[in-house]
């Protein structure tokens, strides 16, 4: 702030930080003469402080500061003109409040606005404008626009833009403002009904200007008038959408009522004359821009104002007309410079009185430095009763009272006062004031005020009927402009100049309330003309400002002061006598922190309550060493609160794991305990509870219920095992070894009862034969024990199906015949079998490949007794028996294409396939030769 020259974004982030800092609302008062650039410096610092606020945590945060900044050319368009002294000219007060969260995040604002020159509707000075919007409509509108309002895009058509002579400006493109203004009205949520109903108002506007009277005498000799163009009439009645009649009666006639309070009333219509009927015409006009204005602010706060004021900081921007001077100085120029001399009264207060008084208060060695108080100006404006406004306003109470009469009043007043002046006065001998007019001596130079119109523009008469006219609208936005006035309330409304000196004291009172920042804007020259440099004029400004005199004051005095409880706990971190806590006064806390810096005595001042510190460098090297100890200062804090975190974590991790251990137990008890009651009676079940589930375990138990099912399968094949013969043990292991074999590979019969010896059953035709055959067998080869019996199908060396009975003893597989069951070959030995192959799916065909000279076994095991497959009991009788007799576990496979030899020794190999067939005649197995050969089996 302090290290490079004054900028107005130094300012503005000086602002912002002591915002956060202190948690304190701030202001920023723009002052200087009109046209020294206080609008734009007020855009300016508003642009800066919304870029670097931080952004709200929900999502309205960037349209909040959207909102913010789009206000700027919406209120310029309909609250700025040019002057002769400005081509952007505020022709009102604004004062913006922005909202901010505590975490220093946009969240809101509010505007109030002062005195909008409404007179400038009608009249304009010459070489002037009258305000933005008309000429934006008229330029910016689009075709359709203009022809829907009857108008035409020449400003001169209009009488209220005709007389100034002046319709562009060089440094204004209307036509991009006006789009300017149509996208702010959709920022800020104004409705196209809404923007349609202002576009028509200001058009009547613009009409009603041209409303021309003309004179006559009526009935009763008295002057009276009439309108001359009662079409243009009809077009302001239609877009103002109200009654033509009644509009057009109340442009030249007035209704007055008689009867003293408590008696019956009566209504009189009295004529308007010529003069009195574009008054009347004028205040309508006035009436409805000036509503239209308010209507304006009022929907711009109820969008940006916060739902929480309560919890919010602000940060204030003042920026109101500048002090004017011109030819000929009204009623509106008159209150312009009251508020100008209250601000002015206001810096005094702030930056030269109050701070030498605090000087003295604190009892720091201090020589009184001399300045302007413009305290008994302020007094001579405002001052009751004897106040030029208290003046007026008393004037505006007696019926009889004139101009005149008003500026006679002043001169009797204040006839010994050296800040005023009049004709009457001086006794005429001062040439520069006429009979209408008296001066001001202001703060910023002599002002001399015509008083013509003064008690009219300061009653500020609106004739009722005009009112009633437009209360009876059905254009809902004149609704709210002319709202029906409450019946009971007979109170008599305030002037405007009350009005404005009390909206001036509210801001007074605002502004006093937060912490002041300053921006004078200084005009280089009266020609708006850039790097040009009146130096005269600019030493004018810096007189009467009290620049110098501040300037003084701040060289002989201190750049900061802060109470010593503040200064102890900002900057206690950079002394180790102070840190972390300092248990003597603040104020010997203050030093220790000074004396630890080594800064020198002549920089500092120990106050009774503060601190002062000469020279921005010292507090700059406070702040450095802040900075410095900042990231260890952060260090330990968050060391410390990530400990207590983790603590609290553990804590409630630990409290958890306890709850959640005790809710384990309680409820694997419980479902140990329904196990315990469902299987307590297992073993009294024939089933040894095969066909029993358990009880649908916790999440935590899932596996222990599956470790508990596999117990008691194992359990019940154990207590199922030991039940079986050692017949039918045999068979569960020949059962379980067909299993591991056939398992998710082939289909197989596993449920069916395993016989071995089917030949040996009444199903045999040739039992007795088959009976004798093998007592013969056993006697011949010494075998001992038939291990499978069964017919089946077996392929010749020629490629013949042939029925045969198939029998596997204890060390060979036979062949006989089916019918007299005599052995055609000798057995083949199972120690001879190498590897056993079959077909995937339900084909039957089983091959035993043999070591040569043996031939291989090609067999169809579903021919046999009972018509079923027995592949699967075949090859586990075989494989297990070979496994007994040699210790060699036979390779079983499961393949598409099967290599074989059943024609050793001088056959060749041959293939087979398998395929199967959903033809309704192939009910069993057909084998046909090929190259390779193909066995069709039935797909079911």
Known sequence: MYERPPHLYALANDCYRSLLQNQANQCVIISGESGAGKTEASKIIMQFVTAISKSATNASGNQIKDQLLESNPLLEAFGNAKTLRNDNSSRFGKYMEIQFSRMGAPVGGQI??????????????????????????????????????????????????????????????????????????????????DQQ??????????HLGNVEFGSFVNKGGQNASQVSNKNVVETVSKLLLCDFQSLLTALTTRSITSGAAGRRNSVISCTLDLQQAVYSRDALAKALYDRLFTWLVGRINEKIRSSDPSSIIVLGLLDIYGFEIFGKNSFEQFCINYCNEKLQQLFIELTLKSEQEEYVREGIEWKEIQYFNNKPICELIEKKPIGIISL????????????????????????????????????????????????????????????????????DTLFVDHIN????????????????????????????????????????????????????????NDNKKPSQMDHERIKHQVRYLGLLENVRVRRAGFANRQPYERFLTRYKMIAKETWPLWRKDPKSGASAIL???????????????????????????????????????VTIIQAHVRGLLARLKFGKHRAAMKIVLFYKTYKSRKWIKKVIETFANVSKDRNFGYHWSFPEAPPVLHNAQVLLTKVHRCWWSKMLIATLNAE??????????????????????????????YLEGDANDVKEKYTAAMQLLFQTFGDQQ????????????????????????????????????????????????????????????????????????????????HGVEKYSEFVATVAMQIKLLTGRQVPIKIVDTITYNNSRPKGADAQLTAKPTSDPKVTTCQFKKGKPNVVMFPSK
């Open 786 to 865: 038939i291990l499978f019996a069964d017919f089946c199908v077996k392929i010749n060396p020629q490629g013949t199906p042939q029925k045969r009975g198939m029998v596997v003893t204890d060390k060979n597989i036979y062949k006989y015949g089916p019918k007299d069951a005599k052995m055609h070959k000798l057995g083949t030995p199972l120690s001879v079998v190498q590897t056993i192959s079959l077909f995937p799916g339900s084909c039957p065909y089983v091959v035993c490949h043999c070591e040569a000279p043996y031939r291989d076994l090609v067999l169809d095991l579903a021919q046999g007794i």
């Open 197 to 206: 109903a202002v576009w028509r108002l200001l058009a009547a506007i613009l």
């Open 392 to 459: 007026l306003d008393e004037c505006c109470l007696i019926a009889t009272s004139t101009d005149a009469s008003f500026l006679e009043k002043l001169n009797k007043n204040f006839a010994t006062s050296q800040f005023y002046e009049s004709a009457a006065k001086s006794q005429g001998k001062d040439k520069t004031l006429d009979q209408s007019t008296f001066r001001i001596k202001h703060y910023a130079g002599d002002v001399s005020y015509n008083v013509a119109y003064f008690l009219d523009k300061n009653k």
């Open 112 to 193: 109030t606005n002062y005195l909008l020159e409404k007179s400038r509707v009608v009249a304009a000075g010459q070489g002037e404008r009258s305000f933005h919007i008309f000429y934006q409509l008229l330029n910016g509108a689009s075709p359709q626009l203009i022809k829907d309002l009857a108008l035409t895009k020449q400003p001169e058509t209009y009488a209220y833009l005709k007389h100034t002579g002046c319709f562009n400006v060089p440094t204004i493109n209307d036509q991009q403002e006006f789009a300017a203004v149509l996208k702010a009205m959709k920022v800020l949520g104004i409705s196209e009904q």
């Open 595 to 633: 004396n630890s810096q080594s800064v020198p005595s002549s920089e500092i001042a120990m106050g009774k309550t503060k601190v002062f510190i000469r020279n921005p460098k010292t507090l700059f090297l406070l702040e450095e060493q802040r900075e410095k100890k900042i990231p260890f200062i």
């Open 469 to 524: 006219v437009m209360q009876t609208s059905s254009d809902g936005l004149l609704g709210q402009l002319f709202p029906q006035a409450n019946a009971n309330d007979r109170k008599r409304p305030e002037t405007a100049g009350t009005q404005f000196r009390n909206a001036v004291n509210s801001l007074i009172t605002a502004l006093l309330a937060c912490q002041p920042h300053y921006v004078r804007t200084i005009k280089p």
């Open 728 to 757: 039918q043990r045999a068979v569960m292991r020949q059962k379980v070894f067909a299993y591991d074999v056939f398992h998710k590979k082939k289909p197989w019969m596993f449920a069916r009862s395993w016989d071995n010896n």
